[in-house]
């Protein structure tokens, strides 16, 4: 009997059931079609882009110019970093496509080094950090402030040395609060997602990166 009563309504609701699951997978596949050739939205936790980008600022980020080039020196990036494993099960691809219940781990740092760059991180006796790139220091308008750098350990990546060819040297413009390239190593460039290109919300920020 009850086997009867569950045909009955499948048979009298068909057409609508039909068109839910249609309008479902229509969603799903245009939320992975925009977010995998266009951008996506992401929301900022940290204070490590502070003053660029401080905690709860949402971000849009642009995914189609990786088709047609590389990240460049300033690019304000989002990325897997190298210890999170990137599991590509069905599940977790369909997660990272689409962005429904993705636990994977991602970070945003602007480029600092690029590939062949000879990098160093040099502090001066008055607490003052500078980055060297190919032995000129480059000017960095955007950080917080060169006073506040954590200072260089031996078991943190100040340099000198020379970026693999297809890696990146990443850092956060909180350079006093910020867990980096100086701390995990270089980035390969499999592992970007995008490039944050607007600020969007809150209204009093809004802005281009």
Known sequence: MFKENIKNWYKLNRPAIKE????????????????????????????SMKP???????????????????????????????????????????????????????????????????????IDQEGKG??????VPLEEPYVRNVYDYSPCSEAMYCGPFVIPEGEYFMMGDNRGNSQDSRYWGTLPEDRFVGKAIFLFWPFNRVKVL
């Open 20 to 47: 839910t699951v249609d309008t479902i997978v229509f969603v799903i596949v245009m939320v992975i079609i925009i977010r995998f050739f266009v951008g996506e939205i992401r929301w900022i936790p940290s204070g």
């Open 130 to 135: 500078t980055v060297y790139i190919n032995d």
């Open 52 to 122: 660029t980008l401080v905690e709860g600022d949402r971000i849009f980020v642009e995914r189609y110019s990786r088709f047609y080039r590389t990240p460049e020196r300033g690019d304000i990036m989002v990325f897997y970093p190298p210890f999170t494993e990137l599991k590509n099960t069905p599940l977790k691809l369909f997660s990272r496509l689409t962005g429904f219940f993705c636990k994977d781990i991602a970070y945003i740092k602007r480029v600092i080094g690029m590939p062949g760059d000879k990098l160093e991180i040099k």
